[in-house]
DNA sequence: TCACATTTGTCCGTATGTATC
DNA sequence: AGATACATACGGACAAATGTG
């Protein structure tokens, strides 16, 4: 049992935001990690002092955020997670509709932030992170073989790039970016010869990280992206 | 008069998200413009056929994505608007707390993607960009003068130089960078020897630009970011 | 300045759907 | 299969904010 962490809430701003930082703060601050279950709607009016309406407002805010979410029937209710970077991705693509971006423009800017990622990775990659790498480029290889589709391996191979980097903020960029690939993608099907080849340019790539050569790396990258730009459609 | 674009919703998926979706179609597809008003939400009701809660909770979600604002009061009302970079910005602000990001890893990123942004301004920078930045260091030189702090018009030099890039990917990341630095930043006074600092960094880079000196123009800006760091404490 | 109309903000009560045990 | 504990949605009511005459 956990206790009581919420105190009926003062009146300044809108009550379902005073609410909503309130169980945010809950949550930033670990009183409840991922995974956990927060209390029920009727559960936290009674201990905010508020309606169930306000509640399900803040749930609301919270939802988009990813922060938390929300399971019907009777062992739901709010559980916290961690989908903050899908929520980033989601706002990208309306910005992205708002500000009528290319598919050029996306291709240029993700060459740009992977080369520099690339960079940081040639600096600060450990053992750890090569082996990584290695699996999956080997996992991915594996599926090529078997003549299957290796998308979310493909996807994997940057998110382990980014973590080589040892830059956080890489990681998150590199999942809004996967996101916005993902979406584009998704609207025309994947073929198998795409895969193929993205997954020799990674194991190529690998290749050229692991024997420190840098400049051949960063040209490989470049050519991958731009590849992957004309599987668009 | 403009009609009413909505009809009755189907129930598939929970009833708001499928208003939440139609009403972000109408904003996205143009049908509305920042700045018009949305009906109220009892006119809204009654449109897609639902309770106002459920309108309330679409509306809400709409709000949080920033594409809409809503005031009180008999002009009030859902308004159109584009404030989805500060949308993203606060969703970074969670993941940076989440992720327990630090200000060194923020700070290097910031100077590996802003260095990429005057990279392409290098090469596609047009006169209409250079007087613009011009403009902004002599406004941001005229507030010194008179001894003001320059820190709104100092972050308008690096939303320039991201529009001189020609890629609006870059005028997004930009802004979101700005926002948490901007949040950075609002712990910790502002000096009048930093912005000061920063007016005259500004001015090297601008002048390095102009002359094509695109080495010296990129340490200038490492160095001015990495300034920018020191002041956040 | 003051009353008034409009719109959001909040509350209460009720009914229904849904997932788990 | 049925009871239970949740979220989802509806309707009505009043308070608070805000622009208008």
Redesign the interface.
């Known amino acids: 049992m956990k206790g009581k962490p919420f105190d009926p809430i003062p009146r300044g701003k809108r009550a379902?935001e005073e609410v909503a930082g309130a169980i945010?703060n809950t949550i930033?601050g670990r009183v409840w990690s991922p995974g956990e279950r927060l209390p029920s709607e009727t559960e936290l009016a009674s201990q905010f002092g508020v309606s169930r309406?306000t509640i399900?407002?803040a749930l609301?805010?919270l939802e988009?955020?990813?922060?938390i979410a929300i399971r019907t029937g009777v062992a739901g209710g709010p559980v916290v997670k961690?989908t903050?970077?899908a929520?980033?991705g989601n706002?990208?693509l309306?910005?992205f509709?708002?500000?009528k971006?290319s598919v050029e423009?996306?291709t240029?800017?993700r060459q740009?932030?992977e080369?520099?990622i690339l960079?940081?990775a040639f600096d600060n990659a450990g053992q750890e992170d090569i082996e990584n790498l290695r699996r999956n480029v080997a996992k991915a290889k594996a599926l090529v073989a078997k003549r299957e589709i290796a998308k979310d391996v493909n996807f994997e191979f940057h998110s382990l790039l980014a973590r080589a980097s040892k830059?956080?903020?890489?990681?998150?960029?590199e999942k809004t970016i996967n996101t916005i690939h993902h979406d584009l993608r998704s609207r025309s099907p994947v073929d198998f010869k795409t895969t193929k080849a993205a997954v020799e340019a990674h194991e190529m790539l690998l290749d050229a990280l692991i024997s420190k050569e840098r400049d051949k790396a960063m040209s490989i990258l470049v050519k991958h992206i731009a590849a992957v730009r004309k599987s668009y459609h």
Do not use: W
């Open positions: 379902f945010k930033l309406h399900r407002e609301r805010t988009l955020s990813g922060l961690d903050i970077m929520s980033i706002l990208y309306d910005a509709q708002m500000e971006i423009e996306f240029g800017a740009a932030i080369k520099v960079d940081d830059n956080k903020v890489f990681v998150i960029l």
